[in-house]
């Protein structure tokens, strides 16, 4: 069993940045692939960024491609998304996911963990 607990979000203007955070508990992060997704009022939730368990893979949603860096810290059991020139269409809950398998995924239905998100709202 994983728990997640995000941070971070918050109100920010067209522009500026964010940086998102997520500390896991019960197992080690580091046999964990992680991600970002989102989601909007309406919307259905969406990938945003992830990594690898080493750290060494990233891969990014073209709606943030060259804004967003997603890292993480495994001896520290935490996870990163930092969220440059944000857009008030990046507004929503940022939520942390990790997946077991063995497999990448970009799928919400892939993801075996979630944390209870993080608000972002970006004003214009």
């Known amino acids: 069993q994983v728990q997640l607990v995000e941070s971070g979000g918050g109100l920010v203007q067209a522009g500026g940045s964010l940086r998102l955070s997520c500390a896991a508990s019960?197992?080690?992060?580091?046999?964990?692939?992680m991600g970002w997704f989102r989601q909007a009022p309406g919307k259905e939730r969406e990938f945003v960024a992830g990594?690898?368990?080493?750290?060494?893979?990233?891969y990014y949603a073209d709606s943030v491609k060259g804004r967003a860096t997603i890292s993480r810290d495994n001896a520290k059991n935490t996870a990163n998304l930092q969220m440059n020139s944000l857009k008030p269409e990046d507004t929503a809950v940022y939520y942390c996911?990790?997946?077991?398998?063995?497999?990448?995924?970009?799928?919400?239905?892939?993801?075996?963990?979630w944390g209870k998100g993080t608000l972002v709202t970006v004003s214009s």
């Open positions: 996911a990790v997946r077991a398998g063995l497999g990448l995924s970009t799928r919400v239905d892939d993801m075996d963990y």
């Open positions: 019960g197992r080690a992060l580091s046999s964990l692939n």
């Open positions: 990594i690898s368990r080493s750290g060494a893979s990233t």
